[in-house]
């Protein structure tokens, strides 16, 4: 149970977010195959090129699951996403319930234009809950940096942080369940070199080394609407024995984190009050000022 709520606090958080089992993964099209990706763009600019679309969309709503395998377990779960504009106010929130020993875990991430929220509300063996809320002062963020409302929160953060924190590859073009995509990978920049988002941390070097950290990123964009239905994150792990020095260092590319988006509708009417979020008399922790370094202001 420790070790599944550390994994939890490590990485849903500072990735993004957050399991049912995946139901398929996306592949390659042989050469020849499917249409060509366009002339001289490469991985980075097919990612902003996303971006810019979703940021123009008046709302998203999907359904999602995921499933993670940290310090050598796996947690399944599922959920869903929204994103709105409002009133001009960009707002998200996601939401998944995890299945773990003492029953279910609850992770939820809302933007509600003032604050940004994590909620992890962890089950225990004794029947206690265990809750833990923070919040960031969007507001601060704002007069603080040069990041706008795509840079915050929901698959537009996502996105701007993997850009910031990844160096990806040209796109190739494939299939996930039967949906035209492009894959584009990206390999983790030295922490020296990404310039805020998922990897400069202020948690230090140390934080970087752990298993919570991918080594690579995998995103599978539809071809028609460029919507990032597939995220898998990997590290390597070092699967040498200790007593073998000989071949020690030797690496095993795995993956750690894997997100899935489907049902997916675009402009469909939301709802304000699913992005409202009320902590009650739950303490809040406040982390405005790691999320200011974290995003290099």
Request: one cysteine or more; aromatic letters at 4%; glycine letters at 8%.
């Given at each position: 149970m420790k070790t599944?709520?550390?994994?939890?606090?490590l990485f849903l958080p500072g990735m993004v977010w957050a399991f049912a089992a995946l139901a398929g993964s996306a592949t390659a099209v042989p050469p020849g195959q499917g249409p060509e990706v366009?002339?001289?763009?490469?991985g980075r600019q097919l990612l902003h090129r996303a971006l810019e679309i979703g940021m123009n969309r008046g709302s998203i709503s999907a359904q999602a699951r995921l499933r993670a395998e940290l310090y050598e377990q796996q947690l399944f779960g599922s959920g869903t996403y929204h994103?709105?504009?409002?009133?001009?106010?960009?707002?998200?929130?996601i939401e998944f319930k995890i299945p773990m020993a003492g029953g279910i875990g609850l992770f939820q991430r809302v933007n509600d234009a003032k604050f940004l929220w994590t909620h992890l509300d962890l089950p225990s063996l004794s029947g206690e809950r265990q809750h833990r809320v923070s919040r960031v002062d969007l507001q601060r963020v704002k007069d603080e940096s040069k990041v706008g409302p795509r840079e915050l929160a929901g698959i537009p953060g996502l996105l701007w942080r993997l850009d910031r924190a990844f160096e990806f590859a040209p796109p190739k073009s494939g299939q996930w369940q039967q949906v035209p995509v492009w894959l584009v990978t990206g390999i983790r920049r030295d922490p020296e070199q990404a310039t805020g988002g998922t990897v400069a941390t202020t948690q230090g070097p140390k934080f970087v080394e752990t298993q919570a950290v991918p080594a690579s990123v995998a995103i599978a964009l539809g071809q028609d609407d460029l919507f990032p239905y597939r995220l898998e994150f990997r590290r390597h792990r070092d699967t040498t024995p200790e007593g073998?020095?000989?071949?020690r260092g030797r690496d095993e590319d795995r993956p750690i984190l894997v997100v899935e988006f489907y049902e997916v509708e675009f402009e469909s009417p939301l709802h304000p009050q699913i992005f409202s979020y009320s902590p009650g008399e739950l303490p809040v922790d406040d982390e405005t000022d790691p999320f200011l370094e974290g995003i290099g202001k």
């Open positions: 599944r709520s550390c994994a939890l606090r366009p002339s001289g763009i490469v994103e709105a504009r409002v009133r001009g106010d960009f707002l998200s929130r073998d020095a000989s071949e």
